[in-house]
């Protein structure tokens, strides 16, 4: 059974920052995407970035220059830096990998983490 579990959110004033991480566990041939999520109340879960294996990113929407998303291989991890933080990053954030273990390839979720950004 894989797991994947997220750390590091927290209550931040507006221009702080803060570092998520997200471990999988499990038994893991190997991880090909990661990526962040979030959703804030009311609203759709959204794409935040991703990083393929070999380090490639690409950035959705206002985190762009913001958040920087990078990945440790050999620790089966993934991080958010997320500098400048506004009230509107206010959401739950979610990573998500794209997992081969014995059963083949399957995308996991972690179970969320808060982030909450005050004005």
């Known amino acids: 059974q894989v797991q994947l579990v997220e750390s590091g959110g927290g209550l931040v004033q507006a221009g702080g920052s803060l570092r998520l991480s997200c471990a999988a566990s499990?038994?893991?041939?190997?991880?090909?995407?990661m990526g962040w999520y979030r959703q804030a109340p009311g609203k759709q879960r959204e794409l935040v970035a991703i990083?393929?294996?070999?380090?490639?990113?690409n950035y959705v929407g206002s985190t762009k220059g913001r958040f920087t998303i990078s990945r440790d291989n050999a620790k089966n991890t993934v991080y958010l830096q997320m500098n400048s933080l506004k009230p509107e990053d206010t959401a739950v954030y979610y990573c998500?990998?794209?997992?081969?273990?014995?059963?083949?390839?399957?995308?996991?979720w972690g179970q969320g983490t808060q982030v909450t950004v005050s004005s």
């Open positions: 998500n990998a794209q997992i081969t273990g014995p059963g083949g390839s399957r995308g996991s």
């Open positions: 499990g038994i893991i041939f190997s991880i090909n995407t």
């Open positions: 990083i393929t294996r070999g380090g490639n990113t």
